[in-house]
C-alpha cells in the first residue's frame, strides 16, 4: 500500500528556474501478513491537457516500462526503498502548466505475490497543479489507485 508520497522541487539546470515538482519519492509498505514478493515495479509521469479533456485517463493508457527490482523480497510491515518518479520539464511544459492548460500526472504499480502465490497489485495515480492542485492530490478513478 502507498503510505508516503514526497514531492521534491528543484531548480531546472537549463532554464534556472524553479520547477513546481522535479521528482516524487513514493513509498509502499507492505502491510499484509506475509512477506511479499515483488515481481513488477512501474512508475512515471506526464503532463495531460487540462482544457481539452479533463477527464481522468484509463489505466490501459499508461502501462509503462517496469523497472529492476534490488530487494525482491519485503517483510510484514516493511516499507520497499521508494519508487522514485522524475518529472522531465521542457519550457513550453512549464509555460503550459504555470498557465493553467496542463496539469502533471505521476503514476504507477507494484504488482506482487504472498503466501498464497497469487499475484496481486497495487496502483497509485497523483495529479498536481501549481494553478489548481498545489499540493499532489489522489486521483478520483477508483482504477487508477486500485488495489486488488
Excluded at 502501462?63 to 522524475?86: A, F, H, K, N, Q
Aim: hydrophobic content about 35%; some cysteine.
Amino acid at each position: 500500500m502507498v503510505t508516503k508520497i514526497t514531492p521534491l522541487a528543484l531548480m531546472h539546470p537549463l532554464y534556472h528556474i524553479q520547477e513546481p515538482v522535479s521528482v516524487v519519492e513514493i513509498t509502499l509498505r507492505n502491510l499484509g501478513s506475509s512477506p511479499a514478493e515483488l515481481l513488477e515495479i512501474v512508475g512515471e509521469s506526464d503532463k495531460c491537457d487540462c482544457l481539452a479533456d479533463i477527464r481522468e485517463p484509463q489505466w490501459r493508457a499508461l502501462l509503462g516500462s517496469p523497472r529492476t527490482i534490488r530487494r525482491p523480497i519485503v517483510g510484514v510491515g516493511e516499507d520497499y526503498e521508494p519508487i522514485r518518479v522524475m518529472v522531465n520539464w521542457t519550457k513550453d511544459d512549464m509555460d503550459s502548466v504555470f498557465g493553467g492548460a496542463r496539469r502533471v500526472a505521476i503514476y504507477g504499480m507494484a504488482r506482487y505475490r504472498s503466501g498464497s502465490k497469487k499475484p496481486y497489485y497495487t496502483r497509485f495515480f497523483y495529479w498536481f497543479s501549481p494553478v489548481s492542485l498545489p499540493e499532489l492530490q489522489r486521483a478520483y478513478s477508483e482504477e487508477l489507485n486500485q488495489r486488488t
